[in-house]
């Protein structure tokens, strides 16, 4: 009989783990555990939908492989949850497997399990992030113990998870996950491992290589045979020189730095050096936070101009990582400062799903801090969809100014 990991997961979450994960939270013991009973399903859910085929299964063998997911971390799963640097490497640590297992619809997960249970959106991100490592600490350990060692091993396991997985998960799933139900996931899961591991078909099939065998020989020898035939000489073409192309000459106009003075470059107290561009939001960050003389204002927010997410998605793309590790390691470098991030739309479209999105997108980037170290309780993320526009939404320049996120100093 196959494990069962919700099972073994649920023995490790403890009444002081939960009591651990409420104060952390910031939320109340009742909701805390109505939201760990929504969310290891609906991970465990995320797992068995992301192994029903043996690319998936091989991309969760490599992840538990790489980050040496042995289970180490159930030995004590009170202090990991007791915030500082550990809960921190954890929260980076989840955000990284949550982004592997679900891609893009990891906050769509977190906003599910937050209303299901009556936490707060940050809240469910955070205890989502924190689960993650343990579910893989779990799986790992079970993995080992089983002897699970192919990915169309690992599908066949996940499959068979699918049969503890009913009637716990929340309404609405599914859509999410873009199953019907987690039957079919099973049912998936098993012909895959039995396509897999299929012996070659008996009968004929089985005698084909040697029926082939003359055909090849006759090929082999017919095209032997018209290789030794003589060919007619090619004749000589004269043909007039053309001179190379000057390679050190790019074909495209480079762009041009104008002055170097638009461009700033200075030492944190960390010894962090921070480079970029002096109308940027980190210079104007780091002026704003070392002036004593300026209070700190709830009207005054910074445009993080460097950052950029997929098409209608909460996704940040790869080329916004260096803005997002200087602002983290501003934050590292003054200790005090507290910030929130403002996610913001056009007026385009659903006003309802503008606002989801500006929310989604803000709560996206607080992860991703969070992710690079940063304390949770140092950000606030809020979405404000169309509402507090910098420019016309009459033209795409203006709409597309207006498609930002921004940054507050709470405190510093």
């Known amino acids: 009989m196959s494990s069962n990991l919700l099972e073994l997961i649920n023995e490790n979450i403890t009444g002081d783990v939960v009591s651990r994960l409420a104060q952390f939270l910031g939320e109340s013991s009742n909701n805390t555990s109505s939201a760990l009973s929504n969310a290891i399903p609906s991970l465990l859910a995320g797992l068995v939908n992301k192994g029903t085929d043996t690319q998936g299964a091989s991309t969760i063998l490599s992840l538990l492989s790489q980050g040496s997911h042995d289970g180490g971390i159930l030995n004590n799963l009170v202090d990991a949850f007791s915030g500082g640097e550990g809960t921190n490497k954890l929260l980076a640590t989840g955000a990284t497997l ?98 897999v591991n299929e012996e070659r078909p008996a009968g004929l099939l089985r005698f084909l290589p040697w029926l082939l065998l003359p055909l090849l020989f006759v090929l082999g020898w017919w095209f032997l045979k018209n290789l030794e035939q003589p060919t007619a000489p090619v004749p000589e073409v004269s043909v007039p020189a053309v001179s190379a192309p000057d390679v050190s000459t790019p074909t495209t106009t480079p762009t041009v730095v104008e002055k170097v003075s638009d461009f700033f470059e200075t030492n944190l107290p960390s010894g962090y050096v921070i480079k970029g561009a002096k109308d940027g939001i980190e210079n104007k960050l780091i002026e704003f936070i070392q002036d004593t003389g300026k209070a700190v204002d709830e009207t005054l927010w910074f445009t993080m101009d460097a950052i950029t997410f997929d098409t209608d998605k909460a996704t940040i793309k790869s080329e916004s990582n260096a803005q997002l590790t200087n602002i983290a390691e501003i934050m590292k470098a003054f200790p005090a400062v507290k910030i929130k991030i403002g996610g913001y739309t056009d007026n385009t479209g659903d006003a309802a799903a503008n606002q989801a999105l500006s929310a989604d997108r803000a709560t996206a980037v607080k992860n991703a801090l969070i992710g690079m170290g940063i304390d949770a309780g140092r950000i606030e993320a809020e979405g404000y969809g169309s509402a507090y526009p910098v420019a016309s939404n009459d033209t795409a320049e203006g709409r597309q100014k207006n498609r930002r996120i921004d940054v507050r100093v709470l405190a510093k």
């Open 98 to 195: 949550l982004t592997s297992i679900f891609g893009h619809k990891t906050d769509s997960v977190a906003n599910l399990i937050a209303n299901a249970s009556g936490i707060s959106k940050t809240s469910s991100n955070s205890l989502l992030g924190l689960l993650m490592p343990v579910i893989f600490g779990v799986l790992g350990k079970t993995v080992k113990t089983e002897g699970i060692t192919s990915a169309a091993g690992l599908v066949s396991f996940l499959g068979k998870q699918s049969g503890y997985l009913k009637n716990l998960l929340p309404a609405g799933l599914g859509s999410i996950l873009g199953i019907a139900n987690l039957n079919d996931l099973g049912n998936i899961a098993s012909k895959t491992a039995t396509y």
